[in-house]
């Protein structure tokens, strides 16, 4: 049977030579398909400044419905259609200077971020005696020495307690 070719744009196949397929990459179903595959990725603003631009269709505007389809030059939206259109042109525009207001946050002070860092400081001031105590125990372990350089290693990697790990006995499974 030989081999087939598939064209994703116009969901087609057919058996593929250089004469089938040159016809229907040149074909106007292929153009067509393959225009209307690109169009479904714009966003709403290019839809709506294009559409602006062209004089409404009077086929269609008559009788709901126009030959050339979407490749009509005219305009096929509705009063109603381009006033949705604007409303989510203007909420994608809103949702992103939103997202670039709340990463300035220009409300807050420095004020606020030097209370912040002193309560932080405060609390690590707390936690470094504990760590202080643990890196001394740490120091008397057969711990590799570049590992006492890293802040917080996991458990698995900590030495043991210097009195043992505490034994549970475990009457139960699961």
Excluded at 137 to 143: I, R, T
């Amino acid at each position: 049977m030989g081999k087939r070719y598939y064209c994703d744009y116009c969901n087609r196949s057919f058996q593929d030579n250089l004469h089938n397929r040159k016809k229907h990459l040149n074909g106007t179903q292929h153009h067509r398909a393959k225009k209307a595959w690109f169009d479904s990725f714009r966003d709403a603003a290019t839809i709506l400044a294009e559409e602006q631009t062209k004089n409404p269709c009077r086929r269609f505007q008559q009788t709901g419905q126009c030959i050339f389809g979407s490749n009509c030059r005219f305009s096929h939206m509705t009063d109603c259609d381009i006033e949705r259109l604007k409303l989510q042109v203007d909420a994608e525009k809103r949702a992103r200077e939103g997202f670039f207001d709340s990463r300035k946050t220009p409300e807050r002070s420095i004020e606020d971020w030097l209370a912040k860092r002193k309560r932080k400081n405060e609390a690590t001031d707390r936690s470094s005696i504990l760590k202080v105590e643990a890196v001394d125990s740490l120091l008397a372990s057969p711990l590799p020495p570049h590992f006492l350089s890293i802040p917080d290693l996991p458990a698995s990697l900590l030495p043991p307690p210097p009195n043992g790990w505490l034994k549970i006995t475990v009457t139960e499974w699961g």
